[in-house]
C-alpha cells in the first residue's frame, strides 16, 4: 500500500510569516498534485510537478518535486488569511494498466491576520 | 460552466439503512470518480466510473457500490449503514484521459447515527 504524510498535521501561523509543508513517501509516483480544500468544498488543484528536481511557482506558493519522485513541499511566502485552508499532497502511480491518486491526510494551515 | 453537483449535501442516517448519493459531473466529462474522507483515514479513493463502466477500485468493502448513468451521471450507494460511514463523500470529474485535471464537487456530508 501506498502511503503519503504529510507533516506537520496542523499549522497556525500569523500573517506574513513563512511556512513550509511536507509531503513524504517511500513510494516513487508518477506525479504529485498539491490541492488546496476550504471548509464546505471540494479540493481544488494548484500544481502538477511531474519531473524529478521540478520547481513550480504559484504566485507566493513554491512547490517542488523530489529529485526521486517521492517526496514534495509547499513553502507559503508571506502567508496571508486567504491561504488558511487544508493543503492535500496526492501521488498519482499506475497500477495495472489503470491508475489509482494516493492521497495524504493533509495539512491544516491557519493564517492569523 | 457549472462545476460537478453532489446531491444531497448534507444527510442523516442511522445505522443499518441504506444511502444513494449522487453526482453530475461537468458537460462533457466521461470519467467519475468518488472518494471517501474522514479527519482520521482522509481522502481515500472509493472508484472510478467511465462511460458507464467501472475502470477502477479502491479497498472499500462491498456495501460501497456505484454505477454511472449515460449521461455521465453517477450515483453512489452505501448499504447496511455502520457508524464509521460517517464522512464527507466527494466526487470528482474529469474529461476522459488520465492525465486530465480532474474537478472535485462540494462534497455530501454523511452522518450516521
Known amino acids: 500500500t501506498q502511503l503519503l504524510e504529510q507533516s506537520p498535521q496542523f499549522l497556525s501561523i500569523q500573517e506574513g510569516e513563512n511556512l513550509t509543508v511536507y509531503c513524504n513517501s517511500s513510494?516513487?509516483?508518477?506525479?504529485l498534485q498539491w490541492y488546496r480544500q476550504e471548509p464546505g468544498e471540494g479540493p481544488v488543484l494548484l500544481v502538477t510537478v511531474v519531473t524529478g528536481g521540478e520547481v513550480k511557482k504559484l504566485k507566493r506558493l513554491t512547490f517542488q518535486f523530489g529529485d526521486a519522485r517521492k517526496d514534495s513541499s509547499l513553502h507559503i511566502t508571506a502567508a496571508q488569511p486567504g491561504d488558511t485552508g487544508l493543503y492535500l499532497c496526492a501521488g498519482r502511480s499506475p497500477q495495472g494498466g489503470s491508475e489509482k491518486l494516493v492521497f495524504g491526510k493533509g495539512t491544516k494551515l491557519t493564517v492569523n491576520p | 460552466k457549472a462545476g460537478v453537483t453532489q446531491t444531497p449535501r448534507y444527510l442523516i442516517k442511522t445505522r443499518g439503512q441504506q444511502v444513494t448519493l449522487s453526482c453530475s459531473p461537468i458537460s462533457g466529462h466521461r470519467s467519475v470518480s468518488w472518494y471517501q474522507q474522514t479527519p482520521g483515514q482522509g481522502l481515500q479513493f472509493l472508484f472510478e466510473y467511465f462511460s458507464e463502466t467501472q475502470r477502477n477500485k479502491g479497498n472499500f468493502p462491498g456495501r460501497f457500490s456505484g454505477r454511472q448513468f449515460s449521461n455521465s451521471r453517477s450515483e453512489m450507494n452505501v448499504s447496511t449503514l455502520e457508524l464509521g460511514d460517517s464522512a464527507l463523500y466527494l466526487c470528482a470529474s474529469r474529461i476522459a484521459g488520465l492525465n486530465n485535471e480532474q474537478f472535485f464537487g462540494p462534497g455530501t456530508r454523511l452522518t450516521v447515527l
Open positions: 513510494s516513487v509516483f508518477s506525479s
